[in-house]
Protein backbone atom coordinates (compact mmCIF):
# COMPACT_ATOMS: atom_id res chain seq x y z
CA UNK A 1 0.00 0.00 0.00
CA UNK A 2 1.57 3.41 -0.89
CA UNK A 3 2.82 5.45 2.04
CA UNK A 4 0.98 8.49 3.39
CA UNK A 5 2.64 12.00 3.91
CA UNK A 6 1.51 11.90 7.93
CA UNK A 7 3.27 15.23 8.14
CA UNK A 8 1.72 17.08 5.55
CA UNK A 9 -1.60 15.65 6.29
CA UNK A 10 -1.05 16.87 9.74
CA UNK A 11 -0.53 20.46 9.11
CA UNK A 12 -3.92 20.15 6.82
CA UNK A 13 -5.78 18.85 9.94
CA UNK A 14 -3.89 21.79 11.95
CA UNK A 15 -5.26 24.70 9.31
CA UNK A 16 -8.58 23.31 9.04
CA UNK A 17 -8.91 23.18 12.91
CA UNK A 18 -7.58 26.63 13.30
CA UNK A 19 -10.21 28.07 10.67
CA UNK A 20 -13.66 26.08 11.07
CA UNK A 21 -16.51 27.66 9.21
CA UNK A 22 -20.30 27.46 9.96
CA UNK A 23 -22.84 25.40 7.65
CA UNK A 24 -23.05 26.51 4.05
CA UNK A 25 -20.25 29.15 4.86
CA UNK A 26 -17.36 26.50 4.30
CA UNK A 27 -16.08 28.79 1.24
CA UNK A 28 -12.34 28.75 2.53
CA UNK A 29 -12.14 25.09 3.65
CA UNK A 30 -14.10 24.04 0.43
CA UNK A 31 -11.25 25.80 -1.21
CA UNK A 32 -8.58 23.57 0.02
CA UNK A 33 -10.56 20.28 -0.35
CA UNK A 34 -10.43 21.33 -4.34
CA UNK A 35 -7.35 21.83 -4.36
CA UNK A 36 -6.35 18.90 -2.35
CA UNK A 37 -8.21 16.76 -5.11
CA UNK A 38 -6.92 18.23 -7.71
CA UNK A 39 -3.35 17.87 -6.96
CA UNK A 40 -4.16 14.10 -6.44
CA UNK A 41 -5.51 13.92 -10.19
CA UNK A 42 -9.06 13.74 -9.04
CA UNK A 43 -12.04 15.23 -11.37
CA UNK A 44 -13.57 18.18 -9.16
CA UNK A 45 -16.99 19.74 -9.26
CA UNK A 46 -17.42 22.37 -6.22
CA UNK A 47 -21.01 24.69 -5.00
CA UNK A 48 -22.85 21.57 -5.13
CA UNK A 49 -25.56 21.99 -2.58
CA UNK A 50 -23.95 25.15 -1.97
CA UNK A 51 -20.89 24.83 -0.70
CA UNK A 52 -20.02 20.80 -1.16
CA UNK A 53 -17.73 19.55 -2.85
CA UNK A 54 -17.07 16.21 -5.35
CA UNK A 55 -14.50 14.30 -6.78
CA UNK A 56 -14.12 11.56 -8.82
CA UNK A 57 -11.57 9.69 -9.68
CA UNK A 58 -12.23 6.84 -12.42
CA UNK A 59 -10.13 3.58 -12.86
CA UNK A 60 -11.32 1.59 -14.86
CA UNK A 61 -14.79 -0.79 -15.02
CA UNK A 62 -15.83 -1.37 -11.65
CA UNK A 63 -18.41 -0.01 -9.07
CA UNK A 64 -18.28 3.79 -7.57
CA UNK A 65 -17.65 3.92 -4.14
CA UNK A 66 -18.57 6.78 -2.25
CA UNK A 67 -16.94 8.16 0.68
CA UNK A 68 -18.47 11.05 2.85
CA UNK A 69 -16.80 13.77 4.91
CA UNK A 70 -18.30 16.96 6.75
CA UNK A 71 -17.12 20.17 6.40
CA UNK A 72 -18.90 22.60 8.66
CA UNK A 73 -17.78 23.69 12.69
CA UNK A 74 -19.84 24.82 15.15
CA UNK A 75 -20.73 28.38 16.50
CA UNK A 76 -18.52 27.70 20.51
CA UNK A 77 -15.60 29.43 21.96
CA UNK A 78 -12.77 26.77 22.12
CA UNK A 79 -11.59 26.23 25.44
CA UNK A 80 -8.96 23.56 24.23
CA UNK A 81 -5.51 25.41 25.41
CA UNK A 82 -4.31 24.00 22.06
CA UNK A 83 -1.74 26.01 19.79
CA UNK A 84 -3.39 25.36 16.73
CA UNK A 85 -6.95 26.58 18.62
CA UNK A 86 -9.30 28.53 16.69
CA UNK A 87 -10.06 32.36 17.17
CA UNK A 88 -12.71 32.65 14.25
CA UNK A 89 -15.44 33.80 14.18
CA UNK A 90 -18.95 33.60 12.07
CA UNK A 91 -22.31 34.30 11.45
CA UNK A 92 -24.58 31.70 12.69
CA UNK A 93 -28.01 31.12 10.84
CA UNK A 94 -30.10 33.35 13.28
CA UNK A 95 -27.48 36.53 12.42
CA UNK A 96 -25.21 36.35 15.50
CA UNK A 97 -21.75 36.82 14.92
CA UNK A 98 -19.57 34.58 17.29
CA UNK A 99 -16.64 32.40 17.72
CA UNK A 100 -16.76 29.05 15.74
CA UNK A 101 -14.89 25.88 16.74
CA UNK A 102 -14.73 22.39 15.04
CA UNK A 103 -16.32 21.17 18.24
CA UNK A 104 -17.61 17.93 16.42
CA UNK A 105 -14.23 16.79 14.66
CA UNK A 106 -15.66 17.19 10.94
CA UNK A 107 -11.76 18.34 10.37
CA UNK A 108 -11.07 15.37 11.41
CA UNK A 109 -13.36 13.64 8.83
CA UNK A 110 -12.00 16.09 6.31
CA UNK A 111 -8.51 14.98 6.43
CA UNK A 112 -8.88 11.06 6.83
CA UNK A 113 -11.05 11.24 4.07
CA UNK A 114 -8.15 13.65 2.20
CA UNK A 115 -5.21 11.12 3.44
CA UNK A 116 -7.30 8.01 2.01
CA UNK A 117 -7.59 9.86 -0.93
CA UNK A 118 -3.88 10.52 -1.34
CA UNK A 119 -3.36 6.87 -1.17
CA UNK A 120 -6.19 5.20 -3.06
CA UNK A 121 -5.02 7.74 -5.75
CA UNK A 122 -1.62 6.57 -5.33
CA UNK A 123 -2.26 2.66 -5.27
CA UNK A 124 -4.07 3.14 -8.30
CA UNK A 125 -2.42 0.12 -10.12
CA UNK A 126 -4.29 -2.47 -6.90
CA UNK A 127 -8.05 -1.68 -7.91
CA UNK A 128 -10.49 -0.95 -10.57
CA UNK A 129 -13.91 1.36 -10.67
CA UNK A 130 -14.52 4.91 -9.51
CA UNK A 131 -13.99 6.80 -6.24
CA UNK A 132 -16.72 9.14 -5.18
CA UNK A 133 -15.54 11.65 -2.84
CA UNK A 134 -17.87 13.51 -1.04
CA UNK A 135 -17.67 16.31 0.56
CA UNK A 136 -20.63 17.46 2.34
CA UNK A 137 -21.68 21.07 4.02
CA UNK A 138 -23.91 21.88 6.85
CA UNK A 139 -23.93 18.46 8.81
CA UNK A 140 -24.97 20.23 11.46
CA UNK A 141 -27.63 21.98 10.50
CA UNK A 142 -28.94 19.23 9.44
CA UNK A 143 -29.36 20.52 5.58
CA UNK A 144 -26.40 20.07 4.00
CA UNK A 145 -27.25 16.50 2.86
CA UNK A 146 -30.48 17.25 1.64
CA UNK A 147 -29.09 20.36 -0.29
CA UNK A 148 -26.59 17.98 -2.46
CA UNK A 149 -29.51 15.71 -2.98
CA UNK A 150 -31.43 18.58 -4.27
CA UNK A 151 -28.43 20.25 -6.60
CA UNK A 152 -28.86 16.69 -8.14
CA UNK A 153 -25.80 14.84 -6.64
CA UNK A 154 -26.85 11.57 -7.87
CA UNK A 155 -27.94 12.74 -11.38
CA UNK A 156 -25.19 14.49 -12.14
CA UNK A 157 -22.93 11.74 -10.75
CA UNK A 158 -23.29 7.96 -11.13
CA UNK A 159 -25.44 7.22 -8.33
CA UNK A 160 -22.78 4.88 -6.22
CA UNK A 161 -22.40 0.96 -5.02
CA UNK A 162 -21.90 1.65 -1.64
CA UNK A 163 -21.49 4.56 0.66
CA UNK A 164 -19.36 5.24 3.58
CA UNK A 165 -17.82 7.28 6.18
CA UNK A 166 -16.61 7.81 9.49
CA UNK A 167 -17.45 9.91 12.84
CA UNK A 168 -14.90 9.97 15.05
CA UNK A 169 -16.07 10.13 18.94
CA UNK A 170 -14.08 10.12 22.16
CA UNK A 171 -13.16 6.59 23.01
CA UNK A 172 -9.74 4.99 22.38
CA UNK A 173 -8.16 6.05 19.02
CA UNK A 174 -6.58 2.50 17.76
CA UNK A 175 -10.39 1.60 18.10
CA UNK A 176 -13.69 1.30 15.15
CA UNK A 177 -16.70 1.12 16.39
CA UNK A 178 -19.80 0.35 14.19
CA UNK A 179 -23.19 -0.47 15.10
CA UNK A 180 -25.41 -2.76 12.09
CA UNK A 181 -28.83 -1.66 11.37
CA UNK A 182 -30.41 0.74 13.29
CA UNK A 183 -27.02 3.24 14.66
CA UNK A 184 -27.84 6.70 14.64
CA UNK A 185 -31.12 8.38 16.37
CA UNK A 186 -33.19 10.10 14.24
CA UNK A 187 -32.79 14.20 15.35
CA UNK A 188 -35.93 16.61 15.07
CA UNK A 189 -35.21 19.82 16.38
CA UNK A 190 -37.75 21.54 17.98
CA UNK A 191 -38.61 26.07 18.29
CA UNK A 192 -41.58 26.58 20.98
CA UNK A 193 -42.74 30.11 21.64
CA UNK A 194 -44.83 30.38 24.63
CA UNK A 195 -46.73 33.87 24.67
CA UNK A 196 -48.47 35.66 28.35
CA UNK A 197 -48.94 39.25 28.83
CA UNK A 198 -46.19 41.53 29.86
CA UNK A 199 -46.63 43.55 32.58
CA UNK A 200 -44.57 45.51 35.94
CA UNK A 201 -41.85 42.64 37.89
CA UNK A 202 -43.76 43.86 40.98
CA UNK A 203 -47.15 43.33 40.20
CA UNK A 204 -47.03 40.09 38.51
CA UNK A 205 -51.17 39.87 39.12
CA UNK A 206 -51.69 42.37 36.20
CA UNK A 207 -49.83 40.13 33.80
CA UNK A 208 -49.11 36.39 32.58
CA UNK A 209 -45.97 35.44 33.37
CA UNK A 210 -43.76 33.35 30.09
CA UNK A 211 -41.18 32.77 32.40
CA UNK A 212 -43.00 30.75 34.93
CA UNK A 213 -44.70 29.26 31.81
CA UNK A 214 -41.57 28.08 30.46
CA UNK A 215 -40.20 26.53 33.68
CA UNK A 216 -43.46 24.30 34.33
CA UNK A 217 -43.19 23.63 30.67
CA UNK A 218 -39.70 22.51 30.72
CA UNK A 219 -40.08 20.56 33.65
CA UNK A 220 -43.16 19.04 32.60
CA UNK A 221 -41.14 17.62 28.89
CA UNK A 222 -39.19 15.33 30.99
CA UNK A 223 -42.12 13.28 32.04
CA UNK A 224 -42.45 12.12 28.47
CA UNK A 225 -39.12 9.76 28.96
CA UNK A 226 -39.30 8.65 32.52
CA UNK A 227 -43.13 8.48 32.15
CA UNK A 228 -44.66 7.97 29.01
CA UNK A 229 -42.01 5.49 27.20
CA UNK A 230 -41.72 1.83 28.13
CA UNK A 231 -37.90 0.52 29.56
CA UNK A 232 -37.46 -1.35 26.38
CA UNK A 233 -37.66 1.83 24.30
CA UNK A 234 -35.45 4.69 24.00
CA UNK A 235 -35.49 8.73 23.49
CA UNK A 236 -33.78 11.51 24.24
CA UNK A 237 -35.33 15.20 25.25
CA UNK A 238 -32.96 18.34 25.92
CA UNK A 239 -33.77 21.50 26.64
CA UNK A 240 -30.93 23.14 25.61
CA UNK A 241 -32.04 27.29 25.18
CA UNK A 242 -34.90 29.08 27.14
CA UNK A 243 -34.72 32.47 26.33
CA UNK A 244 -37.25 35.15 27.86
CA UNK A 245 -36.83 38.60 28.90
CA UNK A 246 -34.19 41.56 28.99
CA UNK A 247 -34.62 43.16 33.03
CA UNK A 248 -35.38 42.10 36.25
CA UNK A 249 -38.44 44.16 37.08
CA UNK A 250 -40.15 43.47 33.89
CA UNK A 251 -42.27 40.53 33.01
CA UNK A 252 -41.79 39.80 29.01
CA UNK A 253 -44.61 38.84 26.44
CA UNK A 254 -43.61 35.60 25.55
CA UNK A 255 -40.74 33.02 25.77
CA UNK A 256 -38.79 30.94 23.76
CA UNK A 257 -37.63 27.08 24.42
CA UNK A 258 -35.21 24.98 21.85
CA UNK A 259 -35.86 21.43 21.99
CA UNK A 260 -33.84 18.26 20.76
CA UNK A 261 -35.38 14.91 20.36
CA UNK A 262 -33.63 11.91 19.50
CA UNK A 263 -35.57 8.38 18.69
CA UNK A 264 -34.45 4.89 17.26
CA UNK A 265 -38.02 4.05 16.07
CA UNK A 266 -40.29 5.48 13.92
CA UNK A 267 -43.35 4.87 16.78
CA UNK A 268 -41.40 6.21 19.59
CA UNK A 269 -40.49 9.37 17.50
CA UNK A 270 -44.60 9.85 16.27
CA UNK A 271 -45.15 9.42 20.24
CA UNK A 272 -42.58 11.79 21.43
CA UNK A 273 -43.12 14.73 18.53
CA UNK A 274 -47.11 14.52 19.91
CA UNK A 275 -46.08 14.44 23.31
CA UNK A 276 -44.65 17.34 23.28
CA UNK A 277 -47.48 19.56 21.71
CA UNK A 278 -49.99 18.26 24.11
CA UNK A 279 -47.66 19.23 26.78
CA UNK A 280 -46.75 22.68 25.69
CA UNK A 281 -50.27 23.31 24.66
CA UNK A 282 -51.28 21.87 27.86
CA UNK A 283 -49.07 24.04 30.31
CA UNK A 284 -50.08 27.19 28.17
CA UNK A 285 -54.33 26.40 28.90
CA UNK A 286 -53.12 26.15 32.79
CA UNK A 287 -50.98 29.51 32.65
CA UNK A 288 -54.37 31.31 31.05
CA UNK A 289 -52.45 32.11 28.03
CA UNK A 290 -54.52 34.18 25.56
CA UNK A 291 -52.69 33.19 22.92
CA UNK A 292 -51.50 29.34 21.47
CA UNK A 293 -47.98 28.20 21.48
CA UNK A 294 -46.16 27.65 18.26
CA UNK A 295 -44.20 24.20 18.07
CA UNK A 296 -42.16 25.33 14.65
CA UNK A 297 -39.53 22.18 13.56
CA UNK A 298 -36.61 23.50 13.03
CA UNK A 299 -34.34 20.44 11.30
CA UNK A 300 -35.40 17.29 11.08
CA UNK A 301 -33.60 13.73 9.61
CA UNK A 302 -34.01 10.54 9.90
CA UNK A 303 -31.84 7.65 11.45
CA UNK A 304 -28.62 6.22 10.19
CA UNK A 305 -29.34 2.74 9.45
CA UNK A 306 -26.82 0.35 8.66
CA UNK A 307 -27.02 -2.24 6.27
CA UNK A 308 -26.50 -5.72 7.66
CA UNK A 309 -24.26 -7.56 4.87
CA UNK A 310 -22.63 -4.25 3.91
CA UNK A 311 -21.19 -3.80 7.22
CA UNK A 312 -20.24 -7.75 7.85
CA UNK A 313 -18.38 -7.22 4.58
CA UNK A 314 -16.60 -4.05 5.43
CA UNK A 315 -15.90 -5.20 9.34
CA UNK A 316 -14.27 -8.52 7.85
CA UNK A 317 -11.46 -6.51 6.47
CA UNK A 318 -10.87 -4.38 9.18
CA UNK A 319 -10.80 -7.31 11.55
CA UNK A 320 -7.73 -9.09 9.12
CA UNK A 321 -5.96 -5.44 9.52
CA UNK A 322 -6.30 -4.51 13.31
CA UNK A 323 -6.72 -8.18 14.57
CA UNK A 324 -9.25 -9.11 17.74
CA UNK A 325 -10.68 -6.69 19.90
CA UNK A 326 -10.28 -3.40 17.78
CA UNK A 327 -13.62 -3.79 16.09
CA UNK A 328 -16.53 -3.24 18.65
CA UNK A 329 -20.18 -2.84 18.52
CA UNK A 330 -20.89 0.53 20.68
CA UNK A 331 -24.98 -0.29 20.82
CA UNK A 332 -27.34 1.96 19.45
CA UNK A 333 -25.67 5.71 19.18
CA UNK A 334 -28.10 8.50 20.20
CA UNK A 335 -26.02 11.05 18.64
CA UNK A 336 -27.89 12.01 14.95
CA UNK A 337 -25.51 12.34 11.29
CA UNK A 338 -27.94 13.33 8.32
CA UNK A 339 -25.18 11.02 6.34
CA UNK A 340 -28.67 8.51 5.84
CA UNK A 341 -29.92 10.65 3.43
CA UNK A 342 -27.38 10.57 1.22
CA UNK A 343 -27.26 7.00 1.05
CA UNK A 344 -31.48 6.53 0.83
CA UNK A 345 -30.96 9.23 -2.07
CA UNK A 346 -28.88 6.95 -3.78
CA UNK A 347 -30.47 3.36 -3.08
CA UNK A 348 -27.17 2.19 -1.77
CA UNK A 349 -26.22 0.14 1.22
CA UNK A 350 -24.84 2.60 4.00
CA UNK A 351 -21.78 1.56 6.15
CA UNK A 352 -20.96 4.78 8.78
CA UNK A 353 -18.93 4.11 11.80
CA UNK A 354 -17.03 5.63 14.66
CA UNK A 355 -13.51 6.40 14.79
CA UNK A 356 -11.81 6.76 18.34
CA UNK A 357 -9.96 9.64 18.84
CA UNK A 358 -9.19 9.84 22.77
CA UNK A 359 -5.82 9.41 23.71
CA UNK A 360 -4.79 5.38 24.23
CA UNK A 361 -3.09 6.27 27.31
CA UNK A 362 -5.95 7.11 29.31
CA UNK A 363 -7.19 3.66 28.75
CA UNK A 364 -4.17 1.66 30.12
CA UNK A 365 -6.73 -0.70 32.18
CA UNK A 366 -9.64 -0.93 29.63
CA UNK A 367 -12.39 0.70 28.43
CA UNK A 368 -13.26 2.49 32.10
CA UNK A 369 -16.45 4.22 31.74
CA UNK A 370 -15.38 6.41 34.56
CA UNK A 371 -12.63 7.59 32.04
CA UNK A 372 -15.45 8.05 28.84
CA UNK A 373 -17.80 10.07 30.83
CA UNK A 374 -14.94 12.58 31.62
CA UNK A 375 -13.11 12.81 28.49
CA UNK A 376 -14.80 16.27 26.87
CA UNK A 377 -16.97 14.81 24.21
CA UNK A 378 -18.32 16.13 20.65
CA UNK A 379 -19.72 19.57 20.86
CA UNK A 380 -17.81 20.61 24.00
CA UNK A 381 -15.52 23.56 23.82
CA UNK A 382 -12.63 21.49 24.77
CA UNK A 383 -13.37 18.43 23.00
CA UNK A 384 -9.77 17.59 20.45
CA UNK A 385 -9.09 14.03 19.22
CA UNK A 386 -5.59 13.37 19.56
CA UNK A 387 -3.89 14.01 16.37
CA UNK A 388 -2.60 10.70 16.27
CA UNK A 389 -3.12 7.69 16.13
CA UNK A 390 -6.08 9.11 14.96
CA UNK A 391 -5.27 9.99 11.73
CA UNK A 392 -3.35 7.11 10.82
CA UNK A 393 -6.30 5.22 12.11
CA UNK A 394 -9.20 7.02 10.29
CA UNK A 395 -7.38 7.02 6.82
CA UNK A 396 -6.46 3.45 7.28
CA UNK A 397 -10.29 2.87 7.89
CA UNK A 398 -11.77 4.22 4.98
CA UNK A 399 -8.78 3.09 2.33
CA UNK A 400 -9.32 -0.41 3.50
CA UNK A 401 -13.24 -0.18 3.74
CA UNK A 402 -13.41 1.06 0.14
CA UNK A 403 -10.84 -1.47 -1.18
CA UNK A 404 -13.70 -4.17 0.29
CA UNK A 405 -16.20 -2.97 -2.18
CA UNK A 406 -13.14 -2.12 -5.32
CA UNK A 407 -12.56 -5.31 -7.60
CA UNK A 408 -8.68 -6.06 -6.93
CA UNK A 409 -7.20 -5.69 -10.45
CA UNK A 410 -4.24 -8.57 -11.03
CA UNK A 411 -1.11 -8.42 -9.44
CA UNK A 412 -3.02 -5.85 -6.99
Known amino acids: MAQLDA ?21 RTAGIVAEQLTALGYRVTTGVGGTGVVGLLGNGAGPVVLLRADMDGLP ?33 HMSCLLGAAQVLANDRNRWSGTLMLVFQPAEELGQGAKAMVRDGLFERFEPPAVLLGQHVAPFPAGLLAIRPGTAFAASDSLRVRLFGRGGHGSRPESAIDPVVLAA ?6 QTIVSRELAAAESAVLTVGALHAGTAANVIPDDAELLLSIRTFDLGVR ?14 AAAAGATRDPEVLTIESFPAVVNDIAASARTTGVWQEWLGPGRVIDPGPIPGSEDVGVLATAAGCPC ?5 GGADPALFANGLDLDVLR ?3 SNHSPRYAPVIEPTLTMGVGALVRAALAWLPVTEGG
Open 7 to 27: GELTGVYRDLHAHPELGFRET
Open 76 to 108: VAEETGLPYASTDTGVDREGRDGPVMHACGHDM
Open 216 to 221: GTVLRL
Open 270 to 283: SRVLAAVARIVRGE
Open 351 to 355: VFWLL
Open 374 to 376: NIP
